[in-house]
């Protein structure tokens, strides 16, 4: 069983940055994709950023676009979302996922494996 470890989540004030990090219990994620996701209260779970198993794509939802940067480390098997100039309606809890393929999905039914999320609120 693969198992995702989300960390990185707090409080924070609007134009504030966070990081958060995505660690895999085994190199499972080394070869695939690997995205993040968020949902706030009583909203559908959406698609953030992915990343390919190279690192050499990747895709963004036009709302966090040029604010949000997704790497990975396949050495630490890590996945990195940099958050920066956040905004009060990224407040939600964030997930990492691991992909079924190598490439770097943008829709849920693409992943396989989920974390069980980190909170990032941010105030105005």
């Known amino acids: 069983q693969v198992q995702l470890i989300e960390s990185g989540g707090g409080l924070v004030q609007a134009g504030d940055s966070l990081r958060l990090s995505c660690t895999t219990s085994k190199r499972t994620n080394s070869n695939n994709g690997v995205g993040w996701f968020r949902q706030d209260l009583g909203k559908e779970r959406e698609f953030v950023a992915a990343?390919?198993?190279?690192?050499?794509?990747?895709n963004y939802a036009e709302s966090v676009k040029g604010r949000f940067t997704i790497s990975r480390d396949n050495v630490q098997n890590t996945v990195f979302l940099q958050m920066n100039d956040l905004k009060p309606e990224d407040t939600a809890v964030y997930y990492c996922?691991?992909?079924?393929?190598?490439?770097?999905?943008?829709?849920?039914?693409?992943?396989?494996?989920w974390g069980q999320g980190t909170q990032v609120t941010v105030s105005a």
């Open positions: 990343i390919d198993w190279r690192g050499g794509t990747t």
């Open positions: 996922a691991v992909a079924r393929s190598s490439y770097a999905a943008t829709g849920r039914s693409g992943y396989q494996y």
